[in-house]
């Protein structure tokens, strides 16, 4: 098993250089999940000292190429610091190749409308107290699911015979008991299984290439389960959201 605070760790290596090691228990099929990769540059751009303590609002990723397992860095930097608000960038390299590259919001509070209309699912109760076992990974699944515990709830199992709902979640927590800040709940977003294989038969090649997430509660938040809901409405030329 990985050690998320570990393999997601960076080490500052000066002007705005942040190197970091690729874990290879966060493995898919040909490269290491999106979510994980994510999570490593959001280590970087938040060591920035720049930001302080300014938090992440929204970060995309494009994956260009899928990097090995090993030494890595991240060159982040930033597009302009306002009064309240700051643009930056990121990109990770390996072997002086470029594998992924993000753009990110940071932000203070500041006052304004309220509105909060993001309701979980109906009857979706949560897991009982003191409850740290999800259902084990399906067999073809690949090891970066072992990282990760999932209760599910709602939707389809994967290969459900192309007849379910392209529809899927429930609750799902990081093997390690940690607080819930940025980087980790960047990788949860990725960390369910395609809700695309609940409409098909079999296994799909479905990499990541973008992956955008909007943080939207004061972190970090105590170690807890959340809850996941992952869809499909098209899929088309070989591409899906």
Same mark, same amino acid.
């Not at 998320?4 to 760790?9: G, M």
């Not at 999932?150 to 379910?164: Q, S, T, V």
């Given at each position: 098993?990985?050690?998320?605070?570990?393999? *997601?760790?960076?080490?500052?290596?000066?002007?705005?250089?942040?190197?970091?090691?690729?874990?290879?228990?966060w493995w898919v099929i040909a490269g290491p999940n999106g979510g994980y990769i994510g999570a490593? #540059?959001?280590?970087?751009?938040?060591?920035?000292?720049?930001?302080?303590?300014?938090?992440?609002?929204? #970060? *995309? #990723?494009?994956?260009?190429?899928?990097?090995?397992?090993?030494?890595?860095?991240?060159?982040?930097?930033?597009?302009?610091?306002?009064?309240?608000?700051?643009?930056?960038?990121?990109?990770?390299?390996?072997?002086?190749? *470029?594998?992924?590259?993000a753009l990110a919001v940071f932000a203070d509070d500041r006052p304004g409308f309220e509105l909060d209309l993001a309701a979980p699912p109906e009857?979706?109760?949560?897991?009982?107290?003191? *409850?740290?076992?999800?259902?084990?990974?399906?067999?073809?699944?690949?090891?970066?699911a072992h990282e990760f515990?999932?209760?599910?709830?709602?939707?389809?199992?994967?290969?459900?015979?192309?007849?379910?709902e392209p529809l899927t979640g429930g609750w799902l927590r990081l093997r390690d008991e940690r607080p819930l800040d940025a980087a980790a709940l960047v990788a949860l977003s990725d960390s369910w299984f395609p809700a695309v294989f609940a409409a098909s038969d079999g296994p799909l090649p479905v990499p990541t290439l973008e992956l955008t997430v909007h943080l939207r509660a004061a972190l970090p938040l105590p170690a807890d389960w959340v809850l996941g809901r992952f869809s499909t409405s098209l899929a088309r030329d070989g591409f899906l959201e």
């Open positions: 098993m990985g050690d998320f605070e570990h393999d *997601t760790s960076v080490r500052a290596a000066g002007e705005g250089a942040y190197d970091c090691e690729i874990a290879p228990d490593i #540059i959001v280590r970087a751009l938040s060591s920035e000292p720049e930001l302080g303590a300014r938090p992440l609002r929204s #970060i *995309t #990723i494009h994956y260009l190429r899928a990097p090995a397992a090993g030494p890595a860095r991240v060159f982040a930097e930033a597009d302009r610091h306002g009064r309240s608000v700051s643009f930056m960038r990121a990109r990770l390299e390996q072997d002086g190749r *470029t594998c992924a590259s009857g979706v109760e949560p897991p009982a107290p003191g *409850t740290q076992d999800g259902e084990p990974p399906h067999p073809h699944a690949p090891p970066f515990v999932h209760l599910p709830r709602f939707g389809e199992p994967p290969f459900a015979g192309g007849a379910g």
